[in-house]
Structure formats: structure tokens, C-alpha cells
């Protein structure tokens, strides 16, 4: 059973922050609150920056000739216009009966003026900013416990590793290796067991290879990983893909920062920031930009499709021709020294 949020039986919840899968999480449990009450609930969006707004705003606030219940989500209240801000303003506190608002606000100074005066009306807020550091490690703990899972540290951080810090990819993780397992307690072990696979072979360990500029060892292991487990080739492509958007991040961190602070803002372990910096030296900005779209070709081709503009969705690739598109775009992935 899904554990009730504060925000759930809210009459108007306001989000503030980008990230997706915690904005769905809000939304989602201020629609099931809602159905609760009244099975019939109509969910209706609407964007408070449109042209259509002020009419779209006024229709879903007035009531309904058949009486129904509505949860009107609002995005884009950082760039409302001045005709639409003092309705957003004025539903806060004068909410209809039949309605429930979720604001959606991305966070910022952008329509800081708004965000306030929603704020001081009394409306409830929910957190939905991109979590980092301790604060991702906690929610993936969070996670795990809702599964009826307790997790050790270094399972977080095995769990990153492997993953990444892509806040849904790694709750979506946490629920199938929570589902696989039967242990009440997740360790460094389950987790490397459960992305290893039978040729143990580790996703992050054909992404260190492949940016450690070992194009050798990744085609070996990569090789070795479908050999053994013919769906490997898509978590593979993945880890790497993982590998590329952690780098591309160090990359383009301000300079200065602490390796404490660069670790937080990654989402790694500390001692991780020194591998990061020996991979970076290997690449320039150019090579990294390439090794991005090559990715995404290898991504294509590990599900069964390769690119042509000519036809809509691609081409379809039968296994052996899978293959070869997807060791030919991961040995195209060259630092400049090649």
C-alpha cells in the first residue's frame, strides 16, 4: 500500500522544483486522495503562461453542469501573466468546492513576486527540487524502506554507481531489486549481484573502461556480458550512457570547488572525484559532444532499431546486426590522442 504524503488530501498543494518523478509522486497522490472521495475525479492541466489561460483558468475553477470533482494542475506559474496571477492568487484562498489545485513552480527567482504572495496564503508546499548528496542517498533509503527493505551505505552507493543519478531510473531500480530479492536487508553484494549478471560483468565497469579510453576492454567485456545473457546489451549501453552524463557534470563544474563539494553535486563518493578528474584529462569538449550522439546510436541500436531519415521509426535490426551497430558507434568513441 503507497504511504500517504501530507500533501495528499490538501485542498491546494504548491510544487516547487524540477524534478519529475517527485512532481508525478505529488500529483499523483493528491488524484488517488481525491478518487477516494470521489471515484469520478477529472484530472485537467493547464499552463499558466498560455495565451488560453485566463479562459482555460475560469472554466476549471467554475462549476460543472454533472457536478464532477476536478484536480486542476497548473504549470509555468513563474511566467503567469499579469492577468492570470491574481487568479492563481485569489483560488488559493478562495479554492471552489469541487476543485483541488497542485501549482507547479520550477523553483528560481523567475516569478519569485507570485511564488511569495502563494506562499503567504497559507497553501501547503511540497519539495520537488533535484536531490543531491546526503539528501538523494535519503531518499533512496526512504525508498527502500517503503519496499519493507533495509539498505546498508554501501548499497547507496553501489546502487549510484551502477545507476547513476537519475532520480527515476534509481527509484525504478530500488522497486525490481526489491521485488528479486529475498533478503529484509539490501548489501553492496545483492545490489553488484543483481546488475553484475551471470558473466560478471559490471555495467560500471565497461563504462570506466570506455572512459578510461580503453576501447580493447570494453568491446572484450561488453562482448563477454551478451555472450553470456543476450539482454545484457542494453543495461551495458546504459551504464555507460550513466558513465558519460556523471563526467560530462565534473566537466562542467565551477573551478575551485572541494572534492567534498564536487561529490555532493555529483552524487559520488568522494574517492570517486580522482577518477573522475583522470578521465576528464583524457577528452575534450568536442570528443565528449560526439561520444554523446554515439551513445544515443548505440541506445537505438541495442533495442532493435538503427537511425534513417528516410523512414519513420527507423530501421529494424535483426541481433547479429544489433550488434555490429553497437561495438561500431562504441568504438567510434575515441578520445583526441586517437
Known amino acids: 500500500m503507497t504511504k500517504k504524503s501530507a ?10 522544483g524540477k524534478e519529475a518523478v517527485l512532481i508525478q509522486r505529488v500529483i499523483d497522490g493528491v488524484m488517488r486522495s481525491a478518487r477516494a472521495t470521489d471515484p469520478h475525479t477529472v484530472r485537467k492541466d493547464l499552463a499558466a503562461d498560455s495565451d488560453a489561460a485566463v479562459g482555460e483558468l475560469t472554466v476549471a475553477l467554475s462549476p460543472s453542469l454533472f457536478g464532477e470533482a476536478n484536480v486542476v494542475v497548473i504549470s509555468g506559474i513563474d511566467s503567469a501573466t499579469d492577468d492570470v496571477a491574481p487568479m492563481l492568487v485569489d483560488a488559493c484562498t478562495n479554492t471552489p468546492e469541487h476543485v483541488r489545485l497542485v501549482l507547479l513552480h520550477p523553483g528560481g527567482v523567475k516569478g519569485k513576486k507570485l511564488l511569495d504572495t ?21 531518499a533512496l533509503t526512504a525508498e527502500f524502506r517503503k519496499h519493507g527493505k533495509k539498505p546498508t551505505a554501501e548499497a547507496i552507493t553501489q546502487l549510484q554507481q551502477a545507476i547513476g543519478t537519475s532520480l527515476s531510473e534509481l527509484l525504478a531500480a530500488i522497486s525490481q531489486l526489491c521485488a528479486d530479492s529475498t533478503t529484509d536487508i539490501i548489501d553492496g553484494q545483492i545490489v553488484a549481484e543483481f546488475y553484475e549478471g551471470v558473466a560478471d560483468v559490471k555495467g560500471w565497469n565497461v563504462s570506466d573502461a570506455l572512459w578510461n579510453a580503453k576501447p580493447i576492454e570494453v568491446l572484450e567485456q561488453f562482448r563477454w556480458a551478451v555472450h553470456q545473457d543476450n539482454s545484457a546489451a542494453v543495461p551495458m549501453v546504459m551504464a555507460m550512457a550513466s558513465g558519460l552524463r556523471t563526467l560530462l557534470k565534473y566537466a562542467g563544474a565551477p573551478a575551485g570547488m572541494s572534492e567534498g563539494d564536487l ?20 577528452w575534450n569538449p568536442e570528443q565528449l559532444a560526439m561520444a554523446t550522439k554515439l551513445l544515443a546510436l548505440a541506445d537505438r541500436a541495442s533495442k532493435g532499431t538503427t537511425y534513417d531519415a528516410a523512414i519513420n521509426g527507423g530501421v529494424s535490426l535483426d541481433p547479429a546486426q544489433s550488434m555490429y551497430e553497437i561495438e561500431k558507434n562504441l568504438l567510434a568513441v575515441r578520445p583526441p590522442r586517437d
Not at 7 to 16: E, P, Q, R
Not at 263 to 282: D, E, F, G, N
Open 7 to 16: 500533501t495528499d488530501d490538501a485542498k491546494v498543494v504548491l510544487a516547487v
Open 118 to 138: 502563494i506562499r503567504k496564503s497559507g497553501v501547503l508546499e511540497a519539495s520537488t527540487s533535484e536531490l543531491k548528496g546526503k539528501d538523494l542517498e535519503a
Open 263 to 282: 561529490a555532493s553535486m555529483l552524487a559520488v563518493p568522494p574517492w570517486r572525484i580522482r577518477y573522475l578528474r583522470a578521465q576528464k584529462a583524457k
